[in-house]
Structures are given as structure tokens and as C-alpha cells.
């Protein structure tokens, strides 16, 4: 169901339901439409019974995210925000024409800024928002023009490269599991865990014993 801010219509039920109630500050959607390359007309309406498997299959991550011990930090949710907004646009409001701009790939002495701004931060809890003022584009552009850059998200680039500096300290020092997690940016040793065995098919641990 799609509720514009304001008054809500009175509803009944009647059998037991499950809600997820996700708002969207009005602001950041606000901002998010003017990234777009056609422009929507900007009064949402009130609809019931609506179906986006899209919608649905975000909120879902969103909410494990929210509940998980093993958080992915703000540059994983924001991704996600992002995108739920931008679905959420489209599904709901009719588009007027407007002329598309042609996207390129960063320039490379905005991606090498980029990149250096990452390895410097790799062990802080970067954000798409910081990143993309790094760059100078709106964060819409920057993801498209990143990923048509480097072949990935800035999610994933950062993600690899953390578990590649993991890797590095496990073979050259004897650091706890816990301090490599931290070092490299990983919100928990469980975090790291979860990632080598998704990636590497190993732990940490063993994967250390086996260097």
C-alpha cells in the first residue's frame, strides 16, 4: 500500500496481517528525483493491493539488515535506499519526457580520487553519499558511472578490497581475528567470517593456518 504524507484513509481488516511500514523522508526522495533523468510529476496518490516484487525483495534486505548481527555498514543500506527510492518513484508516478544525458565511466583522476579516499577510509564505515561528493556527481550518477568504470558497485569494490587487505594481514602478522576484522573494516569478526566463507569457501582462521 502506498500512503502519501498526510491525513491516512481509515481501513479495516479483516484477517491478521504483518505490516512493514518503511517512510520515506521526503527530502531524500526529493533529491533522488532530481538525479533521475526524466522528471516525475510530484504528487503521489493513494493506492492499495499494489504488487512490485522489486519493492518487495528490497525491503526485505533492508529489514534483515536492520535485524542482522552481522551488519553490512551505511554504503551497503544506502545502495539499498537509494534503489527502493528510485522503484518506489517510478512505480508510483507517471514520467514526463525529458531529454536522457549520456553517461561515461569517471574520468580517471576522479576515479584515482575516489580510490584514495576509500583506501584511506577502508576501516570506517564508508557512505555512498561521501563518496559521491568525492566525485562531484550526484549519487545516482556516481553509482552508474562507478560501475561502468570498475565493473562493480561501490558496495562490492569495497567489500573486495577489504577482504583482500584481511588476507594480507593474516599471512604477514599475528594480529587477533578481532583486530583484522576492525582494521579492515569489517563491522565484526563475525562479519569478516561471513564474507570469507561466502567468497573463499574457508574461514579466517583456517585460512591463516593454511598460509
Given at each position: 500500500?502506498?500512503?502519501?504524507?498526510?491525513?491516512v484513509?481509515?481501513?479495516?481488516?479483516?484477517?491478521?496481517?504483518?505490516?512493514?511500514h518503511?517512510?520515506?523522508?521526503?527530502?531524500?526522495?526529493?533529491?533522488?528525483?532530481?538525479e533521475?533523468?526524466?522528471?516525475?510529476r510530484?504528487?503521489?496518490?493513494?493506492?492499495?493491493?499494489?504488487?512490485?516484487?522489486?519493492?518487495?525483495?528490497?525491503?526485505?534486505?533492508?529489514?534483515?539488515?536492520?535485524?542482522?548481527?552481522?551488519?553490512?555498514?551505511?554504503?551497503?543500506?544506502?545502495?539499498?535506499?537509494?534503489?527502493?527510492?528510485?522503484?518506489?518513484?517510478?512505480?508510483?508516478?507517471?514520467?514526463?519526457?525529458?531529454?536522457?544525458?549520456?553517461?561515461?565511466?569517471?574520468?580517471?583522476?576522479?576515479?584515482?580520487?575516489?580510490?584514495?579516499?576509500?583506501?584511506?577510509?577502508?576501516?570506517?564505515?564508508?557512505?555512498?553519499?561521501?563518496?559521491a561528493?568525492?566525485?562531484?556527481?550526484?549519487?545516482?550518477?556516481f553509482?552508474?558511472?562507478?560501475?561502468?568504470?570498475?565493473?562493480?558497485?561501490?558496495?562490492?569494490?569495497?567489500?573486495?578490497?577489504?577482504?583482500?587487505?584481511?588476507?594480507?594481514?593474516?599471512?604477514?602478522?599475528?594480529?587477533?581475528?578481532?583486530?583484522?576484522?576492525?582494521?579492515?573494516?569489517?563491522?565484526?569478526?563475525?562479519?569478516?567470517?561471513?564474507?570469507?566463507?561466502?567468497?573463499?569457501?574457508?574461514?579466517?582462521?583456517?585460512?591463516?593456518?593454511?598460509?
Amino acid at each position: 500500500m502506498i500512503t502519501p504524507s498526510g491525513p491516512v484513509p481509515d481501513m479495516r481488516l479483516h484477517s491478521s496481517s504483518e505490516f512493514i511500514h518503511c517512510a520515506l523522508d521526503e527530502d531524500f526522495t526529493r533529491g533522488v528525483i532530481e538525479e533521475l533523468d526524466r522528471q516525475p510529476r510530484p504528487r503521489p496518490s493513494f493506492r492499495t493491493g499494489v504488487r512490485d516484487k522489486s519493492i518487495e525483495r528490497i525491503i526485505w534486505m533492508l529489514l534483515e539488515e536492520l535485524e542482522t548481527e552481522r551488519p553490512l555498514g551505511s554504503l551497503y543500506v544506502d545502495s539499498l535506499a537509494h534503489a527502493l527510492a528510485t522503484r518506489y518513484i517510478m512505480l508510483d508516478c507517471a514520467w514526463r519526457d525529458r531529454p536522457r544525458s549520456r553517461m561515461s565511466g569517471l574520468l580517471p583522476r576522479v576515479l584515482s580520487r575516489v580510490l584514495e579516499k576509500i583506501e584511506a577510509n577502508l576501516d570506517a564505515d564508508l557512505s555512498l553519499e561521501s563518496l559521491a561528493q568525492e566525485s562531484g556527481y550526484s549519487r545516482a550518477h556516481f553509482l552508474r558511472m562507478f560501475r561502468d568504470t570498475t565493473g562493480s558497485t561501490p558496495h562490492q569494490y569495497v567489500l573486495n578490497l577489504r577482504l583482500q587487505r584481511a588476507k594480507d594481514c593474516l599471512r604477514q602478522n599475528g594480529a587477533s581475528l578481532i583486530e583484522v576484522a576492525a582494521s579492515c573494516g569489517f563491522s565484526s569478526q563475525s562479519h569478516m567470517t561471513n564474507v570469507f566463507r561466502q567468497r573463499l569457501e574457508t574461514t579466517p582462521g583456517e585460512f591463516r593456518r593454511n598460509a
